[in-house]
């Protein structure tokens, strides 16, 4: 089956500019969850979803981070007057249940670069 | 705050030979371990999970873990130059949904 998609895969915005990246998750996983990947680092966890619910928002880095999942499917994730130091890739995975042992899969990754 | 941690590399290992990746921890009531293969520019990939002390098989790949000792390593075995990426050990703890993951060692497979 189709695994987890994102778009767009590469994103380039100005500093001061809004940008929203989407992720759609494997069909009937109810966790979702979104990283931030450095160059050279392994991935940062940002916020986590079971369904609609946003149970962990412990990493988002500020208030100008903000995501959501209106309908427990698809998820955006928005970063509000981007900085340089924001430019990193991007990754949405999901789950089947969120449970600690459960696998996440991941997508391809959106990479912004903030100018 | 949770750390992992691992060797950064380059690993640079002969075409059939064994590649050890190792990674310690340090939160003691993690509870399961993720290997991810992850090549430049892709996503991360599951090779191996373990969540029991002891070692856990899968084809070329074996998973170890010693929660006494907050360590947990991947071996390759017979490696190949396709294995040639960055491995990410990650870690999650009881009731915890989220992965920690380490910075990650890149593996260089030569022919």
């Known amino acids: 089956g189709a695994g987890v998609s994102q778009s767009p895969r590469y994103k380039v915005a100005k500093r001061g500019q809004d940008v929203a990246l989407r992720c759609d998750p494997i069909s009937g996983h109810v966790s979702l969850f979104w990283y931030q990947q450095a160059l050279g680092q392994g991935p940062e966890f940002l916020t986590y979803?079971?369904?609609?619910?946003?149970?962990?928002k412990s990493g988002l880095p500020s208030d100008r981070f903000f995501a959501e999942r209106p309908e427990g499917s698809v998820s955006t994730l928005k970063i509000q007057r981007t900085q340089q130091e924001d430019s990193a890739v991007y990754l949405c995975?999901?789950?089947?249940?969120?449970?600690?042992?459960?696998?996440?899969?991941f997508g391809p990754g959106t990479r912004l670069t903030v100018l | 705050q949770k750390e992992v941690e691992q060797n950064s590399g380059p690993l640079s290992v002969p075409e059939g030979a064994i590649a050890s990746l190792n990674c310690t921890y340090s939160?003691?009531?993690?509870?399961?371990f993720f290997w991810y293969r992850q090549y430049s520019g892709k996503s991360p990939e599951l090779i191996m999970s373990i969540y029991s002390n002891g070692d856990k098989e899968d084809g070329r790949f074996t998973a170890q873990l010693n929660k006494a000792s907050q360590y947990v390593s991947l071996l390759i075995r017979d490696s190949q130059p396709s294995d040639s990426a960055t491995y990410l050990c990650?870690?999650?703890?009881?009731?915890?949904?989220?992965?920690?993951f380490g910075k990650g060692t890149k593996l260089s497979v030569i022919p």
């Open positions: 979803f079971q369904n609609e619910a946003q149970l962990d």
């Open positions: 990650a870690v999650s703890g009881a009731g915890s949904y989220q992965l920690t």
């Open positions: 995975a999901s789950s089947e249940q969120g449970r600690s042992t459960d696998t996440q899969y």
């Open positions: 939160d003691r009531g993690s509870q399961s």
